[in-house]
């Protein structure tokens, strides 16, 4: 079994092993406090998965330092080796990265309706390596499409679906200049007849699938919010990473959300798209879902957020399979 923080690289690879041994207690106080202080599934939902993600930093040992402050509801943990990177085992095609800065702070608070947010600060995810790369090399930056908010949602749609065309012409074209890594991530509907097929009747799926990936927006992690309609995240787009520039210019935040309409049932498909996905891809759908649903776009639409316990594979992944 592999867990996805068994495979976070040190920043600084370079540096000695942590030497100092975190709190023992702290995490399990943060995660009990949370369950105790937020009764029903809600509380639940969110020991669960941010005791996935601290006891996968700890085990793998990335905490040097570690302290929970039950009067003010706030974990600090301090990252080994100035932070550190993690990235999913490729069969859960994850689009993003984790990156966690040198110190992690965890707090949380009741919400109304009976839920509970965690706001975070330290947690960042970036675009796959070679992602934007390869948008530059199909000729993607070339054109740039009209903000979301200045044209119809057609007008919109139709200038990323040519990206989403080309992409595909490019994986059969010029398929060995895509980064191994990449291919990968793309092959498991690429290589599939029965799920191309199928992504190709739900509208070039397969290119927008691709599109999704190297227009992954570059994101600092604010919140985690847990309700009883399931688990959702905010972020904003982060000017610390090297690929802000070209998110900013092509609106990948905008870009993202929109690709994610099918996911979270705002089309003509319905919930068919969500359905097939968590049989198929559960994991990654449910990621989808966690970066969209929470975010002022959809928020207000009321649509279901990701399962805790798929949130909770993204830190854990004690399988290799989907």
């Known amino acids: 079994s592999i867990a996805l923080w068994a495979l976070l690289l040190p920043m600084l690879t370079f540096l000695r092993l942590p030497h100092r041994k975190p709190d023992p207690g702290a995490i399990e106080d943060f995660v009990e406090d949370l369950r ?20 996968g930093l700890r085990d793998a040992g990335f905490i040097n330092e570690a302290s929970y ?5 706030l974990g600090r943990f301090k ?5 550190a990177v993690g990235e999913a085992h490729p069969d859960y095609r994850i689009w993003l990265n984790f990156h966690m800065s040198d ?8 919400s109304k309706g009976g839920g509970v947010v965690v706001r975070v600060s330290g947690m960042s995810l970036g675009p796959l390596p070679g992602a934007q790369e390869l948008y530059v090399l199909a000729g993607l930056d070339k054109t740039t499409c009209p903000n979301i908010h200045a044209v119809s949602q057609e ?6 679906l040519k990206k989403a065309i080309m992409l595909e012409e490019f994986w059969k074209v010029n398929r060995t200049l895509i980064p191994k890594n990449l291919q990968n991530q793309f092959a498991f509907i690429g290589d599939n007849s029965v799920i191309s097929q199928l992504s ?4 070039h799926g397969f290119g927008w699938s691709m599109l999704l990936v190297l227009s992954a927006p570059p994101s600092v992690v604010e919140t985690l919010e847990f309700t009883e309609n399931g688990v959702m995240t905010t972020y904003v787009l982060d000017k610390n990473q090297a690929g802000f520039k070209l998110a900013k210019q092509h609106g990948f935040s905008d870009l993202s959300l929109n690709i994610a309409r ?11 798209v969500r359905t097939v996905g968590e049989r198929f891809v559960r994991v990654a759908s449910n990621f989808g879902i966690l970066c969209s649903v929470g975010m002022p776009r959809w928020r207000s639409r009321g649509f279901k957020g990701a399962s805790a316990s798929a949130t909770a594979d993204l830190f854990t992944l004690r399988s290799s399979s989907p």
Not at 79 to 83: E, K, P, Q, T
Not at 155 to 160: L, V
């Open 200 to 203: 190709e009747q739900l509208g």
């Open 262 to 272: 099918p996911l979270v049932g705002d089309t003509r498909f319905g919930s068919l």
């Open 103 to 110: 110190k992690l702070r965890l707090t949380w608070e009741p």
């Open 36 to 55: 105790s202080a937020v009764p029903g599934q809600p509380g639940e939902d969110a020991a669960l998965v941010v005791s996935a993600l601290l006891q």
């Open 155 to 160: 007008e919109y749609y139709q200038c990323h």
């Open 79 to 83: 990252i080994a080796s100035g932070g």
């Open 69 to 73: 402050d039950a009067k003010k509801h």
